[in-house]
């Protein structure tokens, strides 16, 4: 106890302020749920001792809450009339951190999940049971087993299948995903068996299988990522990562002598790849023939284990032992949830066992023999009273077998659960077993204590306070206004009571831990220590109790339920959600209830708070915040007062925008204040947004109060004021502005004084009396002062009448009317102006030249104008008198200097000599000395330009631009002059600007005249300028080295360069002719027709055409093309040299067409080498090389002929005249040439016996295309393998073909391997094969006699390829050998006969066996007690018999021996020999097990030696 006073109510003193450091910190992790709300079932709950896990240190009950390690999910029953949603939390223990990590792991539930969970430990029916006595042996506790909870529906979104490269309609999703995974099985199958087959060789190698299996696998995985099959569909970086992980896996498997795979994977493989042979090789017919002879078979056989069967163990029992509740932990009942339960339940646990979800299972060790009944005391905790009680069914029991003893025959140390549905204390009295022999007694075991399980529930005050709108809903949720001062909280605690209340039932002193949310802030209220307020009154005893019953019943008193209630208070000064939350609850048994509600971090956060209605361990308090109502921001800052016009642009009315706060609807009270008037008013809203007062009146607007859904506020006490606004006025005078000089007044000086709110805008129109139609002009006056005066001076005289009719200001911007009237006569003054309107006023002359400016004069003539002409600050002036025209123009004379003039109108003065001086009336002309300056910038030797192109004569320009140029071309018999403007284009350092013009052709050209806006001169000495065009380049073939052979069939009658033979060196070339500035660049064209062309030198019938480029620095050659035979023709496409870039086609000519045009075709033949090859017939003619190539292909490739010689009739074996007779059946070696070439030929044959150096054998004079081949005796002499190749061959033209490089010529010997001797005929005679028996192998038997198991091997002779024929239980099978040792597993009885060997290489080549047939014989076998492992248990003293059954053929001998039960050592052991009889029996009274090591027969024995 902390020492908190009994009977105080938790208020905010109990209260953990959050970032606190006393504040507890939920642990997440596996094994926290989350329940659902207001389920409507109990969850399952259960007791521990809170003595098993006592700690140095007393922590708080939360900080011990929260310490928990596991929860089991409950399972759901029927609801209870306790609480308010007949709800009960779960029962959790503090032990639960006494839990592995791996029961931790099966405990995890997940956050979220949506029941309530339940402590694993909790559960003895799931709890480790601990030996209390010495005598019992410690068993490993068994493992936790839970339900997962219920899986919830996820709703995928929407996402876009990937689609296939296979269009879906062609063949379907799930149709391709099959396919595909069946080629992956297939080809991993495949790849398993070349690995397996490979690594049966140690250390063998294969560069092929690495390479065929590299591009397969990349073919797969590229084929994967390429049909993009939807699920199968793999990413290229994936799919590069794929291929590199294949080609490592196959660099290992199949390359790499010792690699990773050979010493770690290798044999795992082997183990599964014999496994499944095995399986394979079990398919009736097909097994066999798939399988085949596998090394891997062989070398992995082993005999099948059920030769030798049984063994009989004899134990003989001890003593049983047995122990209830031996870890000394007490249990609870969910009372509530029991009588929830169906009434036939108790009656069905009894028939299907214990399995009742209210039921306490309390453990009973059980160490020995199964138990036939148990019997156990119980005593009532309200009584007093002992019962005996006794459960015969043990079977129904639920059981838990902790250890097995196989030593001790069927003993075994096992958990027994007893269910229990009461509460009081539980012993055990006695076990039997089925012989009735009675189980020894744990010694001064402790009585079992069964309490009610603790319970506690939160629900609101009946007496609660019913101010501040406190209301509970209809969903069991409160809510009440927020508290804005500190009389409410003193009030409640004056009063000692609050709102909620938490009234907990169960075996005292208990301690609880609610958590409080407030705005999602958590607070822990720990409620340990605190002293009851019991609303259980004192229990009496009844009078017919003796002092017996009375101790008896209050010595078990402490045990039995209480009924407690603590009162929750708080202050809600903060407006928000109040969430409190019963997390655990544990009584004086250490019995704890944890009610989960976690969040997403693992602990309760009030995410689920409002989900449903409230429930016993959770409420919710919803604090609303008071409303509050203000004037909008926006009015508050607006100009103060606000003004109310009755103008059409101002506003009569204003909508006083308002801010609310709260929940709606609102209701906003207000009073408007007019003087001595003051009224009150309201209004609602329905919405925050948009929500104004209408205001029409002026006043004082004040707002008082404001109330929403929930809770009345206060107001803004900022005051709005409304005024009416007066209308403008104004009043006008005017004084006369007078002029005696001009006759009187000349103009008014109008004087306004107006009232309203600037700025003001005053409308007049003004009017001449002198001219009574004309229009009147109307003038707007804007001023900001209330008193304005502005002046009225007219150009023309006469009465003016100025009417002011309508007056603004800012309140009234539409206007007010008004009528004010004033009429002035006026005499106007005189003015000038130069006058704009005809036209442009010149701005440029020149020296020399007039110029007239024009100007209009108003007023009553006749005018006097003075102006002054103002040059380099020296004024000159000038008037003219007697003008009597409006329009006149000023004459200008003759500038006689350059530079700027300014001519400035003075003064004008009318006919009345009104005079009036005229200011900033004037204008600019600039007067140049002289034009442009213009001449050519061409080169001495004029300008070059090719032909096609067009020329521009640069030009030195000096002067303004532009400037007009006029020049023409001389000796031009039209006269034509051209014209050019130059204009500036960039702003140069100096005056001058390097321009250009167009020439029309090659020729000279002369310049005559140049002007701006002034004439300008020609610079004679560069007045003219040439223009000339480039001569183009040109090329051509010299003919002083070529030929025409007209007699030739080829002939074309081109030009043609010396005909050449095949492969030969070319001893001349082409020679060019160029012109034109060098280097020069030259395109030509090669057209090829081959020899075998019908339509030779025809151009629609070429076989190939190539564009060739070259490059010449001077006169040169052109290469011909060489070693392909046939007909060539060169043509000259186009040429370009320095000044042409672009190419220049030519004329395409086998004749000189022009002086200035050469040849640009010619021709050149080569004529084809003579080919030939070897072939071979047989003695009828038959080729007997059917595959050769046709004519007109030599191949470079040799060809094998075998002859097979049976043994005995080779030279080694037999004489010469022997080996002479076979020579008529060998075959017949020709040489054939192609017909390209011409007769007669020349040939060099090499011909390489089987040993000695080789013969070069030269053939003269062959006419024909065909001439067979003899070859000396000494050559095909002996058995073995010779060649013979061509040389070289020639024909009558002197043409060669050279098959050999003579410096190979005499090298191609057995000694230098068959690269050398490449391109000819091989011929081999071969002897025939032969096989023996191995002589270490069974095979060599003389009896001819093996057993199952024995590998027969056989050693072969010959060429290293056999095919071996053999028969196996009248099964023929044929296999391929490669290794001189033939072996085969004898794996059945039967007989088996080696018939026949062929070489692979020439399988006619064969030899047959008649003397290689066995007889296999089977493995003898013993059955010990019919086969079967028997374990029998027995007194002392008690005999035996165990027998022994044989099969196979007599005698037989066997060995069999007594071990010790856990078969560490052998007690005895005896051989029985020559036994005829196929059964034996030994009688014994001894302990172990006895089993047979060895068994033989007369052919065979087990195990092999």
Same mark, same amino acid.
């Given at each position: 106890?902390?020492?908190?006073?009994?009977?105080?109510?938790?208020?905010?003193?109990?209260?953990?302020?959050?970032?606190?450091?006393?504040?507890?910190?939920?642990?997440?992790?596996?094994?926290?749920?989350?329940?659902?709300?207001?389920?409507?079932?109990?969850?399952?709950?259960?007791?521990?001792?809170?003595?098993?896990?006592?700690?140095?240190?007393?922590?708080?009950?939360?900080?011990?809450?929260?310490?928990?390690?596991?929860?089991?999910?409950?399972?759901?029953?029927?609801?209870?009339?306790?609480?308010?949603?007949?709800?009960?939390?779960?029962?959790?223990?503090?032990?639960?951190?006494?839990?592995?990590?791996?029961?931790?792991?099966?405990?995890?539930?997940?956050?979220?999940?949506?029941?309530?969970?339940?402590?694993?430990?909790?559960?003895?029916?799931?709890?480790?049971?601990?030996?209390?006595?010495?005598?019992?042996?410690?068993?490993?506790?068994?493992?936790?087993?839970?339900?997962?909870?219920?899986?919830?529906?996820?709703?995928?979104?929407?996402?876009?299948?990937?689609?296939?490269?296979?269009?879906?309609?062609?063949?379907?999703?799930?149709?391709?995903?099959?396919?595909?995974?069946?080629?992956?099985?297939?080809?991993?199958?495949?790849? /398993? &068996?070349?690995? =397996?087959? !490979? +690594? @049966?060789?140690?250390?063998?190698?294969? *560069? $092929? #299988?690495?390479?065929?299996?590299?591009?397969?696998?990349?073919?797969?995985?590229?084929?994967?990522?390429?049909?993009?099959?939807?699920?199968?569909?793999?990413?290229?970086?994936? /799919? &590069?990562?794929? =291929?590199? !992980? +294949? @080609?490592?896996?196959?660099?290992?498997? *199949? $390359? #790499?002598?010792?690699?990773?795979?050979?010493?770690?994977?290798?044999?795992?493989?082997?183990?599964?790849?014999?496994?499944?042979?095995?399986?394979?090789?079990?398919?009736?017919?097909?097994?066999?023939?798939?399988?085949?002879?596998?090394?891997?078979?062989?070398?992995? *056989?082993? #005999?099948?284990?059920?030769?030798?069967?049984?063994?009989?163990?004899?134990?003989?029992?001890?003593?049983?032992?047995?122990?209830?509740?031996?870890?000394?932990?007490?249990?609870?009942?969910?009372?509530?949830?029991?009588?929830?339960?169906?009434?036939?339940?108790?009656?069905?646990?009894?028939?299907?066992?214990?399995?009742?979800?209210?039921?306490?299972?309390?453990?009973?060790?059980?160490?020995?023999?199964?138990?036939?009944?148990?019997?156990?005391?119980?005593?009532?905790?309200?009584?007093?009273?002992?019962?005996?009680?006794?459960?015969?069914?043990?079977?129904?029991?639920?059981?838990?077998?902790?250890?097995?003893?196989?030593?001790?025959?069927?003993?075994?140390?096992?958990?027994?659960?007893?269910?229990?549905?009461?509460?009081?204390?539980?012993?055990?009295?006695?076990?039997?077993?089925?012989?009735?022999?009675?189980?020894?007694?744990?010694?001064?075991?402790?009585?079992?204590?069964?309490?009610?399980?603790?319970?506690?529930?939160?629900?609101?005050?009946?007496?609660?306070?019913?101010?501040?709108?406190?209301?509970?809903?209809?969903?069991?949720?409160?809510?009440?206004?927020?508290?804005?001062?500190?009389?409410?909280?003193?009030?409640?605690?004056?009063?000692?009571?609050?709102?909620?209340?938490?009234?907990?039932?169960?075996?005292?002193?208990?301690?609880?831990?609610?958590?409080?949310?407030?705005?999602?802030?958590?607070?822990?209220?720990?409620?340990?220590?605190?002293?009851?307020?019991?609303?259980?009154?004192?229990?009496?005893?009844?009078?017919?109790?003796?002092?017996?019953?009375?101790?008896?019943?209050?010595?078990?008193?402490?045990?039995?339920?209480?009924?407690?209630?603590?009162?929750?208070?708080?202050?809600?000064?903060?407006?928000?959600?109040?969430?409190?939350?019963?997390?655990?609850?544990?009584?004086?048994?250490?019995?704890?209830?944890?009610?989960?509600?976690?969040?997403?971090?693992?602990?309760?956060?009030?995410?689920?708070?409002?989900?449903?209605?409230?429930?016993?361990?959770?409420?919710?308090?919803?604090?609303?915040?008071?409303?509050?109502?203000?004037?909008?921001?926006?009015?508050?800052?607006?100009?103060?007062?606000?003004?109310?016009?009755?103008?059409?642009?101002?506003?009569?009315?204003?909508?006083?925008?308002?801010?609310?706060?709260?929940?709606?609807?609102?209701?906003?009270?207000?009073?408007?204040?007019?003087?001595?008037?003051?009224?009150?008013?309201?209004?609602?809203?329905?919405?925050?947004?948009?929500?104004?007062?209408?205001?029409?009146?002026?006043?004082?607007?004040?707002?008082?109060?404001?109330?929403?859904?929930?809770?009345?506020?206060?107001?803004?006490?900022?005051?709005?004021?409304?005024?009416?606004?007066?209308?403008?006025?104004?009043?006008?005078?005017?004084?006369?502005?007078?002029?005696?000089?001009?006759?009187?007044?000349?103009?008014?000086?109008?004087?306004?004084?107006?009232?309203?709110?600037?700025?003001?805008?005053?409308?007049?129109?003004?009017?001449?009396?002198?001219?009574?139609?004309?229009?009147?002009?109307?003038?707007?006056?804007?001023?900001?002062?209330?008193?304005?005066?502005?002046?009225?001076?007219?150009?023309?005289?006469?009465?003016?009448?100025?009417?002011?009719?309508?007056?603004?200001?800012?309140?009234?911007?539409?206007?007010?009317?008004?009528?004010?009237?004033?009429?002035?006569?006026?005499?106007?003054?005189?003015?000038?102006?130069?006058?704009?309107?005809?036209?442009?006023?010149?701005?440029?002359?020149?020296?020399?030249?007039?110029?007239?400016?024009?100007?209009?004069?108003?007023?009553?003539?006749?005018?006097?104008?003075?102006?002054?002409?103002?040059?380099?600050?020296?004024?000159?002036?000038?008037?003219?008198?007697?003008?009597?025209?409006?329009?006149?123009?000023?004459?200008?004379?003759?500038?006689?200097?350059?530079?700027?003039?300014?001519?400035?109108?003075?003064?004008?003065?009318?006919?009345?000599?009104?005079?009036?001086?005229?200011?900033?009336?004037?204008?600019?002309?600039?007067?140049?000395?002289?034009?442009?300056?213009?001449?050519?910038?061409?080169?001495?030797?004029?300008?070059?330009?090719?032909?096609?192109?067009?020329?521009?004569?640069?030009?030195?320009?000096?002067?303004?631009?532009?400037?007009?140029?006029?020049?023409?071309?001389?000796?031009?018999?039209?006269?034509?002059?051209?014209?050019?403007?130059?204009?500036?284009?960039?702003?140069?350092?100096?005056?001058?600007?390097?321009?250009?013009?167009?020439?029309?052709?090659?020729?000279?050209?002369?310049?005559?005249?140049?002007?701006?806006?002034?004439?300008?001169?020609?610079?004679?000495?560069?007045?003219?300028?040439?223009?000339?065009?480039?001569?183009?380049?040109?090329?051509?073939?010299?003919?002083?080295?070529?030929?025409?052979?007209?007699?030739?069939?080829?002939?074309?009658?081109?030009?043609?360069?010396?005909?050449?033979?095949?492969?030969?060196?070319?001893?001349?070339?082409?020679?060019?002719?160029?012109?034109?500035?060098?280097?020069?660049?030259?395109?030509?064209?090669?057209?090829?027709?081959?020899?075998?062309?019908?339509?030779?030198?025809?151009?629609?019938?070429?076989?190939?055409?190539?564009?060739?480029?070259?490059?010449?620095?001077?006169?040169?050659?052109?290469?011909?093309?060489?070693?392909?035979?046939?007909?060539?023709?060169?043509?000259?496409?186009?040429?370009?040299?320095?000044?042409?870039?672009?190419?220049?086609?030519?004329?395409?000519?086998?004749?000189?067409?022009?002086?200035?045009?050469?040849?640009?075709?010619?021709?050149?033949?080569?004529?084809?080498?003579?080919?030939?090859?070897?072939?071979?017939?047989?003695?009828?003619?038959?080729?007997?090389?059917?595959?050769?190539?046709?004519?007109?292909?030599?191949?470079?490739?040799?060809?094998?002929?075998?002859?097979?010689?049976?043994?005995?009739?080779?030279?080694?074996?037999?004489?010469?005249?022997?080996?002479?007779?076979?020579?008529?059946?060998?075959?017949?070696?020709?040489?054939?040439?192609?017909?390209?070439?011409?007769?007669?030929?020349?040939?060099?044959?090499?011909?390489?016996?089987?040993?000695?150096?080789?013969?070069?054998?030269?053939?003269?004079?062959?006419?024909?295309?065909?001439?067979?081949?003899?070859?000396?005796?000494?050559?095909?002499?002996?058995?073995?393998?010779?060649?013979?190749?061509?040389?070289?061959?020639?024909?009558?033209?002197?043409?060669?073909?050279?098959?050999?490089?003579?410096?190979?010529?005499?090298?191609?010997?057995?000694?230098?391997?068959?690269?050398?001797?490449?391109?000819?005929?091989?011929?081999?005679?071969?002897?025939?094969?032969?096989?023996?028996?191995?002589?270490?192998?069974?095979?060599?038997?003389?009896?001819?006699?093996?057993?199952?198991?024995?590998?027969?091997?056989?050693?072969?002779?010959?060429?290293?390829?056999?095919?071996?024929?053999?028969?196996?239980?009248?099964?023929?099978?044929?296999?391929?050998?490669?290794?001189?040792?033939?072996?085969?597993?004898?794996?059945?009885?039967?007989?088996?006969?080696?018939?026949?060997?062929?070489?692979?290489?020439?399988?006619?080549?064969?030899?047959?066996?008649?003397?290689?047939?066995?007889?296999?014989?089977?493995?003898?076998?013993?059955?010990?007690?019919?086969?079967?492992?028997?374990?029998?248990?027995?007194?002392?003293?008690?005999?035996?018999?165990?027998?022994?059954?044989?099969?196979?053929?007599?005698?037989?001998?066997?060995?069999?021996?007594?071990?010790?039960?856990?078969?560490?050592?052998?007690?005895?052991?005896?051989?029985?020999?020559?036994?005829?009889?196929?059964?034996?029996?030994?009688?014994?009274?001894?302990?172990?097990?006895?089993?047979?090591?060895?068994?033989?027969?007369?052919?065979?024995?087990?195990?092999?030696?």
């Amino acid at each position: 106890m902390n020492g908190r006073q009994a009977g105080a109510p938790v208020g905010s003193q109990g209260l953990t302020p959050v970032g606190s450091p006393n504040r507890i910190k939920r642990r997440t992790g596996p094994g926290l749920g989350s329940p659902r709300f207001g389920s409507p079932q109990f969850p399952r709950t259960d007791a521990q001792n809170s003595e098993s896990n006592a700690e140095p240190t007393r922590s708080t009950f939360a900080e011990r809450i929260y310490q928990s390690t596991g929860r089991l999910r409950a399972h759901p029953e029927p609801g209870s009339s306790f609480g308010l949603a007949s709800q009960t939390p779960i029962a959790q223990n503090d032990n639960l951190n006494m839990l592995s990590a791996g029961q931790l792991s099966q405990l995890d539930l997940g956050a979220g999940s949506s029941a309530d969970v339940l402590s694993s430990t909790g559960s003895p029916a799931k709890s480790g049971v601990a030996s209390a006595a010495a005598a019992l042996r410690r068993a490993p506790p068994p493992p936790v087993t839970m339900s997962a909870p219920a899986a919830k529906p996820i709703k995928a979104g929407a996402v876009q299948t990937p689609s296939s490269a296979i269009p879906a309609t062609v063949i379907d999703l799930p149709s391709q995903r099959m396919y595909a995974l069946a080629v992956l099985g297939l080809l991993v199958a495949w790849k /398993m &068996y070349d690995a =397996i087959s !490979l +690594s @049966v060789d140690v250390g063998r190698t294969s *560069f $092929y #299988l690495f390479v065929k299996w590299c591009l397969l696998d990349t073919a797969m995985w590229y084929g994967a990522w390429f049909l993009r099959i939807p699920r199968l569909s793999i990413l290229s970086h994936i /799919m &590069y990562v794929l =291929i590199a !992980l +294949s @080609v490592f896996i196959n660099l290992n498997l *199949f $390359y #790499l002598t010792m690699s990773v795979l050979t010493l770690a994977v290798k044999p795992v493989a082997v183990s599964l790849a014999t496994g499944w042979l095995r399986s394979v090789k079990s398919i009736p017919w097909l097994g066999p023939r798939l399988v085949g002879d596998s090394d891997l078979l062989i070398d992995s *056989f082993e #005999l099948d284990e059920a030769h030798i069967l049984g063994r009989h163990t004899i134990h003989i029992l001890p003593h049983s032992l047995t122990h209830m509740n031996p870890q000394g932990r007490s249990f609870c009942i969910d009372e509530a949830q029991l009588r929830a339960e169906p009434w036939y339940q108790k009656y069905a646990s009894g028939l299907f066992g214990h399995s009742g979800h209210s039921q306490t299972l309390i453990p009973i060790l059980i160490n020995g023999t199964h138990p036939d009944s148990i019997s156990y005391a119980y005593t009532s905790f309200e009584t007093g009273q002992r019962q005996l009680r006794t459960i015969k069914n043990t079977g129904a029991l639920q059981m838990e077998t902790n250890a097995v003893y196989p030593t001790l025959g069927n003993w075994v140390m096992a958990t027994y659960y007893l269910p229990v549905s009461e509460v009081g204390a539980y012993e055990i009295f006695s076990v039997k077993d089925r012989k009735g022999l009675e189980f020894r007694t744990a010694a001064q075991a402790p009585p079992t204590i069964v309490v009610t399980c603790p319970r506690a529930q939160l629900q609101w005050l009946d007496d609660a306070r019913t101010g501040d709108n406190f209301v509970v809903g209809s969903d069991g949720h409160a809510s009440i206004c927020q508290r804005i001062d500190q009389d409410h909280l003193v009030e409640s605690r004056s009063t000692g009571d609050g709102l909620l209340q938490v009234v907990v039932e169960g075996y005292e002193p208990i301690e609880m831990t609610v958590v409080r949310l407030v705005n999602g802030h958590r607070e822990v209220i720990s409620l340990d220590g605190i002293q009851p307020q019991s609303m259980d009154t004192q229990p009496t005893h009844s009078e017919t109790l003796n002092a017996t019953q009375i101790a008896a019943i209050e010595k078990w008193s402490r045990f039995q339920t209480r009924k407690s209630a603590y009162t929750l208070s708080d202050t809600f000064l903060r407006p928000g959600e109040y969430v409190y939350k019963l997390e655990s609850i544990r009584d004086a048994a250490n019995h704890s209830v944890v009610t989960s509600g976690l969040g997403g971090k693992g602990i309760f956060d009030g995410s689920k708070a409002a989900e449903g209605k409230a429930t016993s361990y959770m409420a919710r308090i919803q604090v609303h915040r008071r409303p509050s109502a203000s004037w909008a921001d926006a009015l508050l800052n607006a100009e103060l007062p606000l003004r109310l016009s009755d103008d059409r642009a101002r506003k009569s009315d204003y909508a006083l925008p308002l801010i609310l706060s709260g929940t709606g609807p609102w209701t906003v009270n207000y009073i408007i204040a007019n003087g001595d008037e003051v009224t009150q008013e309201s209004k609602k809203f329905s919405k925050a947004e948009d929500s104004t007062i209408d205001a029409r009146r002026p006043g004082t607007y004040h707002l008082l109060d404001v109330s929403d859904k929930f809770c009345g506020g206060q107001a803004s006490s900022t005051n709005i004021t409304l005024v009416q606004t007066p209308k403008p006025a104004a009043n006008v005078s005017s004084t006369p502005i007078t002029a005696h000089e001009c006759g009187g007044e000349i103009g008014a000086l109008i004087e306004l004084e107006l009232t309203g709110r600037p700025p003001f805008a005053v409308h007049y129109r003004e009017r001449n009396l002198r001219f009574p139609n004309s229009r009147p002009i109307t003038r707007i006056v804007r001023t900001q002062q209330r008193r304005h005066s502005f002046k009225v001076m007219p150009d023309m005289a006469g009465t003016y009448e100025l009417e002011f009719f309508r007056l603004e200001d800012d309140n009234y911007p539409s206007g007010q009317p008004m009528s004010a009237a004033i009429e002035q006569a006026i005499h106007a003054q005189p003015s000038a102006k130069i006058d704009t309107l005809n036209g442009r006023i010149a701005s440029r002359a020149c020296m020399g030249e007039e110029l007239e400016l024009p100007v209009r004069l108003k007023g009553q003539g006749p005018w006097e104008l003075v102006y002054n002409i103002v040059y380099e600050n020296r004024r000159t002036a000038k008037t003219v008198s007697g003008i009597t025209d409006e329009s006149y123009t000023i004459a200008l004379g003759a500038f006689d200097n350059a530079g700027e003039y300014t001519i400035e109108l003075a003064q004008v003065k009318d006919g009345n000599q009104c005079a009036r001086d005229l200011i900033d009336v004037s204008t600019v002309v600039t007067v140049r000395e002289g034009g442009p300056r213009v001449g050519f910038q061409c080169p001495d030797n004029g300008i070059h330009v090719l032909d096609g192109e067009q020329a521009q004569m640069p030009i030195n320009v000096a002067g303004e631009f532009p400037v007009e140029v006029r020049y023409h071309k001389i000796g031009d018999t039209s006269g034509h002059v051209h014209t050019a403007t130059i204009r500036r284009k960039s702003q140069q350092q100096s005056s001058s600007q390097l321009a250009s013009v167009i020439a029309y052709g090659p020729g000279e050209y002369e310049l005559l005249a140049a002007s701006d806006i002034c004439a300008g001169t020609i610079d004679t000495q560069r007045a003219r300028c040439s223009v000339h065009v480039e001569a183009k380049p040109s090329a051509w073939f010299v003919t002083d080295s070529l030929r025409r052979d007209i007699n030739d069939a080829h002939d074309t009658g081109i030009w043609r360069l010396h005909e050449s033979c095949e492969g030969a060196a070319l001893q001349s070339a082409f020679e060019l002719g160029l012109s034109g500035s060098g280097p020069w660049k030259i395109d030509y064209r090669v057209d090829y027709w081959a020899t075998g062309n019908a339509r030779s030198g025809v151009p629609s019938f070429t076989d190939r055409t190539i564009t060739h480029s070259l490059v010449v620095m001077q006169t040169s050659t052109l290469k011909p093309e060489c070693c392909e035979p046939g007909l060539y023709r060169y043509t000259l496409l186009s040429v370009r040299d320095e000044r042409y870039q672009k190419p220049q086609l030519l004329l395409a000519a086998h004749e000189a067409v022009a002086a200035e045009a050469g040849v640009t075709v010619v021709e050149h033949l080569i004529t084809k080498s003579p080919l030939a090859e070897l072939r071979a017939y047989s003695p009828d003619g038959t080729p007997l090389d059917t595959s050769s190539s046709s004519r007109g292909s030599f191949r470079r490739q040799p060809r094998s002929i075998k002859h097979c010689l049976a043994p005995g009739q080779s030279k080694s074996d037999g004489d010469a005249q022997t080996w002479a007779k076979l020579h008529k059946y060998l075959p017949v070696f020709r040489i054939e040439f192609e017909p390209s070439g011409k007769a007669p030929f020349q040939a060099w044959v090499e011909v390489f016996p089987a040993s000695g150096p080789s013969e070069v054998v030269h053939l003269e004079g062959i006419a024909g295309y065909s001439q067979p081949i003899t070859l000396p005796d000494h050559v095909a002499s002996q058995i073995g393998r010779y060649h013979m190749r061509l040389v070289r061959t020639r024909d009558a033209r002197g043409c060669e073909h050279q098959f050999v490089d003579p410096s190979e010529v005499g090298l191609g010997r057995a000694d230098h391997g068959s690269a050398a001797i490449a391109g000819g005929i091989e011929i081999e005679y071969i002897e025939a094969p032969n096989a023996r028996p191995a002589s270490a192998s069974p095979a060599a038997n003389p009896s001819r006699s093996v057993c199952v198991g024995d590998v027969l091997a056989f050693e072969l002779r010959g060429l290293n390829s056999w095919n071996v024929d053999y028969a196996y239980n009248s099964a023929r099978r044929s296999t391929s050998v490669t290794k001189r040792l033939f072996r085969r597993i004898a794996d059945v009885p039967g007989n088996f006969t080696l018939q026949r060997v062929c070489h692979r290489a020439a399988n006619e080549c064969c030899s047959e066996f008649d003397d290689l047939a066995y007889a296999v014989h089977d493995i003898p076998r013993v059955l010990v007690s019919g086969g079967k492992n028997v374990y029998q248990d027995i007194l002392e003293g008690d005999m035996v018999d165990i027998h022994l059954d044989l099969v196979g053929a007599p005698p037989f001998t066997f060995t069999w021996q007594r071990r010790s039960i856990d078969g560490a050592k052998v007690l005895e052991s005896h051989t029985v020999k020559d036994l005829d009889a196929f059964s034996y029996t030994i009688s014994t009274a001894s302990e172990g097990t006895f089993e047979v090591t060895f068994v033989q027969d007369l052919y065979c024995q087990y195990p092999k030696a």
